[in-house]
C-alpha cells in the first residue's frame, strides 16, 4: 500500500527534524518527506492537519501476559493496547508462566506475534533457568531464537556469585544484561516506599538502601566484567547519582524510569488505594523529583510504560495483599507529553526518551523518521483530552492510578511497517 499522510507536524527526535509537511510510504518504508516521489500514487491518504507525526513509540517494558497468565491478559489484547498507545516496538519481560528460558518458548512467542500483525514484540530472555538465580541459560540460542537482552525481572540470584557469572558470560558474547536494581533481603515482605506515609498506614516497608546497595554491587561487577547493563525502573534519588557517578566514569550502563514514577509519589497512596501499589514502590516526593531531574540532564535515558495488567480479584484486595502493577501502554504517550509541559522541555526531546533513545538500548531498527527507514508511525492529537477508565482503555487491565483522571494527547493512527493497525474511531 502507498499511503501519503498530508500536511502533518513531523517530528524525528534523531534527526532534529520538526516541521509541517507531507510523508510518503511506499513498501513499507519512508520514500519521500516533503516532495512526492515521481510516479507516486498514493493509494490511501492520511489528512494530519493539526496533528504530529513521530516516529511510532518503543516502549522498553510491557507484559504481555502470555504464556501462563491469560486470565489477567492476552497477546491480542495488549497488542491492540499498545497500536492504540501508539507503540509500534515493545520489549517483553521473561516473567512468564514458565518464564522466557527456551528457545521454543521465545519462537512461539515471535511467531505468534507477528501473525496478528500488531506493534513489534522483542523478548527479553532469562538470564537464569527458571529464573531461580542459578545455572545460566543458553543465552545464544536465545538470542538466536529472538531476544534482545537478558534479565532476572524481580526474581534474586542465589549469590553475588551467580550474578558475577551471568555478567562474565553476557559480556563475552556481548549479551545486554537487564537488571531491576533490588536487595532482596533488605526489601523482603516491603510493599511501599520507607518513609512517613508508610509508618502513618502501618505498611512494611522496602528502604532506599535495597536499591541502592544492589545498584553498587552491580556496578563493581560490571567494572569487573565489563558486561553492559541497563538498569530497570530507577527510583530513588541516592540511586540515581550513583548511576550519574558511574556513566560520567564511562561504565557502559542505561537506565530507565516507569512513567508513572515520573508524576506520582508515596503520598499518592492515600488511605491504602491497592491502585498504587507498584514495584519498584512510588518513593518520596523528592525521589521523584530526583526522576524528573535525572531526566533533564540525561541520566535516565528513557521511560517505559511498565505495564503490568492485573485481574480485577489480585487488585482489589487491601493494598499489602493486593498484586502490584498498573496498566501503562495508553498512558505512556499522554503522561510523557504532561512531564514534557511541566518542565517546558521541546516535545522532542521528550518524544526522544520513549522512541530513539529507547530503540538503542533495545539494539533494534526503530524510533527514527527517515528517508529510508521502516514506515514505523505514530500520529496524535496533542491536544485532544480523553479520560482514563475502564471504557477508554483496550488493554485487558483496567487499573491505572490515573482512573478517572483527564489526559491530553490521543493517538488517532498507529503505523507499523506501512500498515495502519490503528485508527481512532
Known sequence: MNIEIKNGRLIDPASGYDAVTNVYIVNGKIAAIGEAPSHFQATRTLDASGLIVSPGLVDLSARLREPGFEYKATLVSEMNAAVAGGITSLACPPDTDPPLDEPGLVEMLKHRARQLNLTNVYPIGALTQQLKGQRLTEMAELTDAGCVAFSQMDQPFESNLSLMRALQYAATFGFSVWLRAQDHGLSAQGVAHDGEVASRLGLAPIPVAAETVAISTVLLLVKETGARVHFCRVSSASGLQMIRDAKQQGLPITCDVGVHHVHLSDNDIGYFDPHYHMVPPLRSTYDRDA???????????????????????????PFAESEPGATGLEVLLPLTLRWAEQQQLPIDQALAKISVQAARILGVPAG??????????????????????????????????????????????????????????
Open 368 to 425: 527514527e523518521l527517515s528517508v529510508g527507514k521502516v514506515a514505523d508511525i505514530c500520529i496524535f492529537d496533542p491536544e485532544a483530552e480523553w479520560k482514563v477508565e475502564a471504557k477508554s482503555l483496550v488493554s485487558q487491565g483496567k487499573h491505572s492510578p490515573f482512573a478517572g483522571m483527564l489526559m491530553r494527547g490521543k493517538v488517532r493512527f498507529t503505523l507499523v511497517n506501512g500498515n495502519i493497525v490503528y485508527q481512532a474511531e
Open 291 to 317: 526522576i524528573r531531574a535525572g531526566l533533564m540532564d540525561g541520566t535516565i535515558d528513557a521511560i517505559c510504560s511498565d505495564h503490568t495488567p492485573v485481574d480485577e480479584d489480585a487488585k482489589l484486595l
